[in-house]
């Protein structure tokens, strides 16, 4: 039998998943992360509530951070919005995308089918949780065999009781992780060690110490190293700080020790926010570029390293839709892929980095 992944409309053969798109949202509410933002900035700080218009005079603000004023910029439920970004999608050559949200972010899974059915791209879910603000009450103080059972119910039975299949877990920490996010890290490898599946982590902002004392300890307690995927890799490779780049100039070159670190122990990376049309430089932090992503992915490729390489545009907010403005989910299809060819990146790494590579990972 072929191998099978599980998408939002039920399983399909590895073969029908086309370029993939590791790392999106689709129907999130990313709620959790709204604030008043008191920070100094040469913008005036916009307010927008949900519903409310987003103004062409306050995109500027909204994408120097301060995005996460707006509730409505912070939500992607609009049936019609994700139909039109999405079918951009496959217009432009895409087939899978890897839907990255869990309980708290997840938005509705009857819109997400929708846009599946409308649009023909195929979804894959994940089972897991994001960080820790925003878990739902029910997650706040699961033991590791609670989160275990929590876990393997979903990839048996069904997210959320709906029957539809995860493709993978998502895991995810800002800053330093506390103990209950220890025991759910450490049902998510045990988990993984059992079943196979996939784990996305979300860890970036964590320093190179602590990223690697997390992967130790996921790895320690059962997951598989080629079952792991590092999202953001990109942080790792640039010098994301104004400050840091002023006073040290040897910063401004892409940065491969850690990832290669990750890499050596058969470790996926993944480079997403290709086309970010945000930053946060209210915080002293530069915008992500995606001529360091670029050079990374070329390097890393030719070194030997192709096999672990995913990328995805990581859509999570309005701003990056076309429709606001952004590039949307098409930024990797029109402009990454292009680029690595006119680079001269073998195509057949290429293709091991947009569908082999998805399709060993999201597999069973």
Same mark, same amino acid.
């Given at each position: 039998?072929?191998?099978?992944?599980?998408?939002?409309?039920?399983?399909?053969?590895?073969?029908?998943?086309?370029?993939?798109?590791?790392?999106?949202?689709?129907?999130?509410?990313?709620?959790?992360?709204?604030?008043?933002?008191?920070?100094?900035?040469?913008?005036?700080?916009?307010?927008?509530?949900?519903?409310?218009?987003?103004?062409?005079?306050?995109?500027?603000?909204?994408?120097?951070?301060?995005?996460?004023?707006?509730?409505?910029?912070?939500?992607?439920?609009?049936?019609?919005?994700?139909?039109?970004?999405?079918?951009?999608?496959?217009?432009?050559?895409?087939?899978?995308? +890897?839907?990255?949200?869990?309980?708290? !972010?997840?938005? #509705?899974?009857?819109?997400?089918?929708?846009? =599946?059915?409308? &649009?023909? /791209?195929?979804?894959?879910?994940?089972?897991?949780?994001?960080?820790?603000?925003?878990?739902?009450?029910?997650?706040?103080?699961?033991?590791?065999?609670?989160?275990?059972?929590?876990?393997?119910?979903?990839?048996?039975?069904?997210?959320?009781?709906?029957?539809?299949?995860?493709?993978?877990?998502?895991?995810?920490?800002?800053?330093?992780?506390?103990?209950?996010?220890?025991?759910?890290?450490?049902?998510?490898?045990?988990?993984?060690?059992?079943?196979?599946?996939?784990?996305?982590?979300?860890?970036?902002?964590?320093?190179?110490?602590?990223?690697?004392?997390?992967?130790?300890?996921?790895?320690?307690?059962? +997951?598989?190293?080629?079952?792991?995927? !590092?999202?953001? #890799?990109?942080?790792?490779?640039?010098?994301? =700080?104004?400050? &840091?780049? /002023?006073?040290?100039?040897?910063?401004?070159?892409?940065?491969?020790?850690?990832?290669?670190?990750?890499?050596?122990?058969?470790?996926?990376?993944?480079?997403?926010?290709?086309?970010?049309?945000?930053?946060?430089?209210?915080?002293?932090?530069?915008?992500?570029?995606?001529?360091?992503?670029?050079?990374?992915?070329?390097?890393?490729?030719?070194?030997?390293?192709?096999?672990?390489?995913?990328?995805?545009?990581?859509?999570?907010?309005?701003?990056?839709?076309?429709?606001?403005?952004?590039?949307?989910?098409?930024?990797?299809?029109?402009?990454?892929?292009?680029?690595?060819?006119?680079?001269?990146?073998?195509?057949?790494?290429?293709?091991?980095?947009?569908?082999?590579?998805?399709?060993?990972?999201?597999?069973?």
């Amino acid at each position: 039998m072929p191998p099978l992944v599980n998408t939002i409309l039920g399983p399909i053969e590895t073969s029908e998943m086309g370029f993939t798109s590791m790392h999106e949202h689709v129907g999130s509410r990313a709620l959790f992360y709204a604030t008043d933002h008191p920070v100094d900035c040469c913008h005036k700080v916009p307010k927008a509530e949900e519903n409310d218009e987003i103004k062409m005079a306050d995109l500027a603000a909204f994408r120097s951070g301060y995005y996460t004023t707006s509730t409505d910029i912070l939500c992607l439920d609009d049936i019609d919005l994700m139909a039109a970004e999405l079918r951009d999608f496959a217009q432009a050559g895409g087939g899978t995308v +890897l839907e990255c949200s869990a309980p708290g !972010l997840r938005g #509705s899974m009857d819109l997400i089918k929708q846009v =599946s059915k409308a &649009t023909g /791209v195929h979804i894959v879910m994940s089972s897991g949780l994001y960080v820790e603000e925003s878990w739902p009450d029910a997650y706040k103080s699961m033991t590791t065999a609670e989160y275990r059972q929590f876990l393997l119910q979903e990839i048996q039975d069904g997210i959320e009781g709906t029957g539809v299949l995860p493709g993978q877990i998502k895991v995810a920490v800002n800053g330093k992780p506390s103990d209950q996010f220890l025991a759910f890290l450490k049902a998510v490898s045990q988990v993984a060690g059992q079943t196979n599946i996939a784990v996305t982590a979300h860890i970036e902002e964590n320093s190179d110490d602590d990223c690697k004392a997390l992967i130790d300890f996921a790895l320690n307690n059962g +997951l598989p190293a080629d079952r792991l995927i !590092l999202a953001h #890799s990109q942080v790792r490779v640039q010098e994301m =700080s104004l400050e &840091t780049l /002023v006073r040290n100039k040897g910063q401004w070159a892409p940065k491969l020790d850690f990832v290669k670190y990750a890499l050596d122990l058969g470790v996926n990376i993944s480079f997403d926010c290709f086309g970010a049309s945000y930053s946060h430089e209210i915080y002293g932090d530069i915008p992500e570029t995606d001529a360091h992503k670029i050079a990374a992915i070329v390097w890393l490729a030719e070194q030997g390293f192709a096999d672990q390489i995913v990328i995805g545009n990581d859509v999570f907010h309005k701003i990056m839709c076309r429709r606001y403005g952004g590039h949307g989910y098409t930024r990797i299809t029109e402009f990454v892929v292009p680029t690595l060819e006119e680079l001269e990146l073998e195509k057949g790494l290429i293709q091991r980095i947009t569908h082999e590579n998805p399709a060993r990972l999201l597999s069973y």
